[in-house]
């Protein structure tokens, strides 16, 4: 095969060939992206105007909405591109800045959903000394640390990835994955990121078990709780996070359990989508049925009798701070 690594583009997997289901795939994905933009965006303005919000938990969980959108801003928006022009190229510096910042952002939400099964912890289970051990500075160190760690992660995977001598610029996913990235490769210097893919994978395991041993603690404090209000209470704070947690980790345990295969297959874009997109998509809701207090602040937003003193609210926090 001939050498690529000096390749200006990369081409990736086109919807169909067929113009009514690549039109039918065009309006998909435009709008999971909009449904995930509008109900991250929401999910920050409440909290940012109800100053009954302005807890951890939901400094979190804003930090969390910031996350999902910069997920599917990195991968929908040049998709939608590609399909309206009928163009599926990228360019090589565009595949880095898209293997990058999915990492970055993806690191991010694994490693905020631990800290805040963390949080959930110290509430639950040492109510009294929460507001000593989850003060301002605290959060604020956390939140530094979880963003500083995933670049830095999103940087040592990006290097270890375009690194490789690419015998191929054909990339058979609809956005530049470094699974399929690794496979046009054709010098050793991959088997370093598939380390590094492994220790990845460690790491999200750690998480993981980290966030069961901690629910297993916040469940059994919550059984001896004596009211049944109490019970509920906690509940109300945690099964929206848990929620949250569990569809992150099983999508992605869906999407990479299945056989690999060399073959393009159309099946690669359904099952990207369950683990990039969907979780995003999914998180806003979750929270705002099962947590009361985001769905009281998100009806105060959306009150149309107050909509216009909402806006210039909005405006003075986007513009005056």
Same mark, same amino acid.
């Given at each position: 095969?001939?050498?690529?690594?000096?390749?200006?583009?990369?081409?990736?997997?086109?919807?169909?060939?067929?113009?009514?289901?690549?039109?039918?795939?065009?309006?998909?994905?435009? &709008?999971? #992206?909009?449904?995930?933009?509008?109900?991250?965006?929401?999910?920050?303005?409440?909290?940012?105007?109800? *100053?009954?919000?302005? /807890?951890?938990?939901?400094?979190?969980?804003?930090?969390?909405?910031?996350?999902?959108?910069?997920?599917?801003?990195?991968?929908? =928006?040049?998709?939608?591109?590609?399909?309206?022009?009928?163009?599926?190229?990228?360019? #090589?510096?565009?595949?880095?800045?898209?293997?990058?910042?999915?990492?970055?952002?993806?690191?991010?939400?694994?490693?905020?959903?631990?800290?805040?099964?963390?949080?959930?912890?110290?509430?639950?289970?040492? =109510?009294?000394?929460?507001?000593?051990?989850?003060?301002?500075?605290?959060?604020?160190?956390? &939140?530094? $640390?979880?963003?500083?760690?995933?670049?830095?992660?999103?940087?040592?995977?990006?290097?270890?990835?375009?690194?490789?001598?690419?015998?191929?610029?054909?990339?058979?996913?609809?956005?530049?994955?470094? =699974?399929?990235?690794?496979?046009?490769?054709?010098?050793?210097?991959?088997?370093? %990121?598939?380390?590094?893919?492994?220790?990845?994978?460690?790491?999200?395991?750690?998480?993981?078990?980290?966030?069961?041993?901690?629910?297993?603690?916040?469940?059994?404090?919550?059984?001896?709780?004596?009211?049944?209000?109490?019970?509920? /209470?906690?509940?109300?704070?945690?099964?929206? *996070?848990?929620?949250?947690?569990?569809?992150?980790?099983?999508?992605?345990?869906?999407?990479?359990?299945?056989?690999?295969?060399?073959?393009?297959?159309?099946?690669?874009? =359904?099952?990207?989508?369950?683990?990039? $997109?969907?979780?995003?998509?999914?998180?806003?809701?979750?929270?705002?049925?099962?947590?009361? %207090?985001?769905?009281?602040?998100?009806?105060?937003?959306?009150?149309?009798? *107050?909509?216009?003193?909402? $806006?210039?609210?909005?405006?003075?926090?986007?513009?005056?701070?």
């Amino acid at each position: 095969m001939s050498n690529f690594t000096s390749t200006s583009t990369f081409l990736l997997l086109e919807f169909s060939e067929l113009r009514e289901l690549h039109i039918l795939h065009l309006f998909l994905f435009l &709008a999971l #992206y909009l449904t995930a933009m509008t109900g991250n965006f929401l999910i920050i303005a409440a909290v940012a105007l109800d *100053h009954h919000l302005h /807890k951890p938990m939901y400094f979190f969980l804003t930090n969390l909405a910031m996350m999902d959108i910069g997920i599917v801003s990195v991968i929908i =928006p040049k998709t939608v591109a590609n399909s309206i022009m009928n163009n599926w190229s990228i360019s #090589y510096s565009g595949c880095a800045a898209q293997v990058f910042f999915y990492f970055f952002f993806g690191a991010s939400d694994l490693s905020l959903l631990t800290v805040m099964a963390h949080d959930r912890y110290v509430a639950i289970c040492n =109510p009294l000394q929460y507001e000593t051990i989850m003060h301002k500075g605290a959060c604020l160190q956390m &939140a530094v $640390i979880v963003w500083l760690t995933s670049l830095l992660y999103a940087t040592v995977h990006t290097c270890g990835t375009f690194a490789n001598t690419f015998c191929s610029n054909v990339v058979n996913q609809f956005f530049c994955e470094i =699974p399929k990235l690794l496979k046009l490769s054709c010098s050793d210097f991959y088997l370093v %990121e598939v380390g590094l893919i492994v220790l990845g994978f460690l790491m999200g395991l750690g998480c993981f078990i980290f966030t069961i041993i901690t629910y297993m603690e916040i469940f059994s404090a919550v059984l001896r709780i004596p009211s049944v209000h109490g019970k509920k /209470k906690a509940l109300s704070t945690c099964l929206p *996070h848990l929620i949250v947690f569990s569809v992150l980790m099983f999508s992605g345990i869906f999407a990479y359990a299945r056989p690999s295969s060399d073959a393009s297959s159309y099946l690669d874009i =359904p099952f990207a989508v369950i683990y990039t $997109i969907i979780p995003p998509m999914l998180n806003p809701f979750i929270y705002c049925m099962r947590n009361k %207090e985001i769905k009281t602040a998100l009806w105060k937003f959306l009150d149309f009798g *107050h909509c216009s003193k909402t $806006i210039f609210r909005v405006l003075h926090i986007l513009f005056c701070i």
